[in-house]
């Protein structure tokens, strides 16, 4: 269940969104290292790019100070009034959103603010390995290997 203020999604929902709502962004807040050697959500599809702005940085997984403001100036940019985040499994874009949510709500900047449920990869299979029983992969969505 999401926190107050924050929506949350299954990926076949985020990707109709992105692709029917002009007003709607993808942040992927994944590490450098997920993006290259695990792949990307692919919206050239939607006429759309993935905003990457890591939440943390690998290999130690160090919080990424300027993760808010690079986040608030990439939804400015874009014009964005919905914006969805997407990690590896939910859980690192759900703090995300709400600290994003949270910069914006303290601006007086209202933003709707969605974390994307099962994320890339989803969850872990009974023999340990993600993309199978769910995530943006293995509902089928678009996506791209770098």
Not at 83 to 88: A, E, H, L, S, T
Not at 112 to 119: I, L, Q, S, T, W
């Amino acid at each position: 269940m999401a926190p107050s203020g924050i929506g949350e999604v299954d990926p076949e929902a985020a990707w109709a969104a992105l692709r029917s709502e002009r007003k709607a962004m993808l942040i992927d807040v994944r590490t450098r290292a997920e993006w290259s050697f695990v792949g990307l959500p692919d919206l050239s599809e939607a006429g759309a790019e993935v905003a990457l702005i890591e939440w943390q940085s690998f290999p130690a997984m160090t919080m990424n100070p300027d993760f808010t403001a690079s986040a608030l100036a990439a939804i400015e940019a874009a014009g964005a009034e919905e914006v969805y985040f997407i990690c590896r499994s939910g859980v690192r874009s759900m703090r995300a959103a709400l600290a994003t949510a949270e910069a914006a709500g303290s601006a007086g900047w209202p933003l709707a603010c969605f974390n994307v449920a099962e994320g890339f990869e989803g969850e872990l299979d009974p023999t340990a390995r993600r993309g199978v029983l769910n995530g943006w992969k293995a509902r089928g969505l678009p996506w791209r290997q770098s």
